[in-house]
């Protein structure tokens, strides 16, 4: 009899044990892909921010060498009129602190760091909206001073000032472009992860 109850207990041990393995495995296998997830978005806005301080610091090196060549070339001052914007100076500012951020919040990610890099990437979006508009505007005029330079006196000089100007701001446009894929695509995985975490919070309290 005593036997026969040690046998009873002891199915009764496994069990008990197979029953606390279960929500390991479980667990296990819910949890493992999201934090294989958090760890790759944390790597591509890493990858992200160095691209847009990257992308910024060309813009500010391509503003300051505008600048150089209106002064010097202040008679051709309407080749030069995203200068009077003052887009190539205020401008990459924006890139640069969003890309430093982006790059901040994926080594460290904190709440406070996220929601401001959030905010700076939409502002670093609406400002190279209004940069690719600035840019496209210059583009149009350059074609029209083009035909003025017929007039001018320096008529060679002044195309090609029109054909730097140009391959300067063609530059800067894909750049900006480049800034405004970034910006969104960096507020784009901040909006995903965050819906991720509130499921993740509603279904594992």
Not at 25 to 51: C, M, R, T, W
Not at 149 to 160: A, K, P, V
Not at 175 to 187: A, F, G, M, Q
Request: hydrophobic content about 45%; overall charge negative.
């Amino acid at each position: 009899m005593a036997s026969q109850g040690v046998g009873n207990e002891e199915p009764g041990i496994a069990s008990a044990g197979g029953s606390q393995a279960e929500p390991e495995v479980i667990n296990n296998s819910v949890y493992q892909p999201i934090d294989e997830l958090h760890n790759h978005l944390k790597e591509k806005l890493q990858a992200f921010g160095a691209v847009q301080i990257l992308s910024g610091a060309i813009i500010l090196v391509l503003g300051v060498f505008l600048g150089s060549l209106r002064n010097i070339f202040h008679f051709f001052s309407l080749f030069f009129f995203i200068f009077y914007t003052a887009y190539p100076l205020w401008g990459p500012i924006f890139f640069i602190v969003s890309g430093s951020l982006s790059v901040a919040s994926g080594r460290k990610p904190t709440r406070v760091l996220v929601q401001n890099t959030f905010g700076m990437n939409i502002a670093s979006a609406t400002v190279a909206l209004v940069g690719f508009v600035f840019l496209s505007v210059n583009l149009a005029v350059n074609k029209q001073s083009f035909k003025n330079c017929e007039s001018s006196q320096s008529q060679d000089l002044c195309i090609y000032v029109g054909i730097f100007s140009n391959g300067l701001m063609s530059l800067m446009l894909i750049l900006t472009l480049l800034e405004l894929c970034l910006s969104i695509s960096v507020s784009a995985m901040w909006c995903v992860e965050s819906t991720c975490n509130s499921t993740e919070v509603g279904l594992f309290p």
